[in-house]
């Protein structure tokens, strides 16, 4: 089983978006007892918030509910949890590092790494175009890498 946590700044937009847009396409592939999938915030501004309401009328504009999902903050105690921390850009990394001590054992990956520009997930909260975080190829890629041996 793949356990896959994405990670941003407050886990209301990018890292939400990420979690239930790998988790329809797994079971869309009728994949889902292979993954456990989730997203935490760096931050502690959003906690027990649902996701960004523009980040969720673009998820059900493609069919995806993610209802009941709230914000909550990335913690120590989920390194042992978790095979692969996904990062939307490179403040969440090194806060992700700062909170996993280090990643010790090499968990931490950026998004956009697994498509053919890498770089950071735009930020909708700043943007307002969550059309274009939506079409970002980057759990799609990260789907191609885990199955070629290479996430």
């Not at 790998?22 to 935490?40: H, N, P, Q, T, Y």
């Amino acid at each position: 089983m793949y356990k896959i946590l994405f990670v941003c700044h407050g886990n209301i937009c990018r890292s939400p978006m990420a979690e239930f847009v790998l988790r329809d396409m797994v079971k869309k592939a009728g994949r889902s007892a292979e993954f456990e999938i989730a997203s935490a915030a760096t931050s502690t501004e959003e906690l027990g918030n649902p996701v960004y309401p523009p980040a969720r009328r673009e998820l059900k504009a493609h069919g995806i509910d993610c209802t009941g999902k709230t914000a909550r903050q990335l913690s120590w105690a989920d390194y042992d949890r978790y095979d692969l921390f996904i990062g939307m850009d490179q403040r969440n990394l090194r806060a992700m590092h700062r909170i996993l001590k280090g990643d010790p054992q090499k968990k931490i990956r950026l998004m956009m790494d697994y498509t053919d520009r890498p770089g950071d997930v735009a930020d909708p909260w700043y943007t307002g175009e969550f059309g274009v975080t939506w079409r970002d190829e980057g759990c799609r890629g990260l789907l191609e890498a885990l199955d070629a041996g290479r996430a």
